[in-house]
């Protein structure tokens, strides 16, 4: 991956940047607001799921040293909430393998501007710390489960299914709500012929109340054969069970509470909700992102994809001033992409989900 951290830290006075808009509101060239910052607290994660970290004994987990201090990460999002950020997701890794995780919400809670706190989980931690994650500002979840069967969910994750159950049930007594379900689709092992789990998932979601979101599967390094087991959504919409829930011919709707931008919906059948759909590969809904990441380790990126982040980490621990880093916002906002490319070349220098944080 090209370094570009030296190019980016060096202290450029703001004024420099064309098209800052006066408000002081992070915007990209393309007049995209960005008000979201999905943060990875962690590059370590208790499952090994095929799709994210398959040679899980390959995978060299960051150390200690070299992931954000829970400090660093307050200190970054209250200068990114002076720049227009609301929005907060936690993910990781597994965010709940970090310790003290509440303590974390706890602070980024209390940050004057940040309206939103929510987390990406595989609620396999859960049932003990939901209880604590909501008493410390956490709103809601989104909980990772990609398939029902016990044998199948283990052979994929080299996970347990029963802690993830008793963790939504966790999330649900605690009033972290909306819980939203992430299925990511594959052919071959939940979604195709023989094998598509489409349509239990759905109704899976629908006892619980909760809104289900199926992924087109990303070609991340480290992630599955790609070519093997994509599925589009379109595909999966024509599998007659799950045509019996959802209305297909429906419009696509976007996500009611606006706060999702990359996902679109369609209606159930029977009128109790409705199920999303998040299409990075068939179709980008890339005009409407407002999103910055921080990884674990203190790079800011602006596009999943895009092969580039700025070294957040080393600015602040060789002395860099709030300045710097509101500067180190305006470039990743400058250099953000109109639209994110996945490459498929197998030996890619990208970095793999899991070290970037999904
Ligand atoms: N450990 C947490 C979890 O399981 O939700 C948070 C991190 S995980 C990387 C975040 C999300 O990224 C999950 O919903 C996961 O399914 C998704 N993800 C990971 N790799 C992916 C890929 N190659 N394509 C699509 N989604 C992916």
Known sequence: MPDISILMVEATPIRFFAGMPSDGKLTDRFGRGLNYLRISVTDRCNMRCDYCRPDADAYKAESHRQILRYEEIERIVRIAAGMGVNKIRITGGEPLVRRDLPILVEKLA???????????????????????LAAAGLRRINISIDSLKPLRFRKLTGGELAPVLAGIAAAKAAGLWPIKLNTVLLRGINAGEDCCEVAELIDFAAGHGATIRFIELMPMKQGMDWQKHYISIDEVLQNEAVRARVDVDAPLQMDRQGGNTAARYLPLKNGQGDVGFIMPMSERFCEGCNRLRLTADGGLRSCLPADYQINLRDLIRSGGSDDDIRTVFLRSALIKPEIGVYDFAANTDKRSMIHIGG
């Open 110 to 132: 209390h940050i004057p501007g940040i309206t939103d706190i929510s987390m990406t989980s595989n609620a396999t931690l859960l049932s003990k710390y939901a209880q604590n």
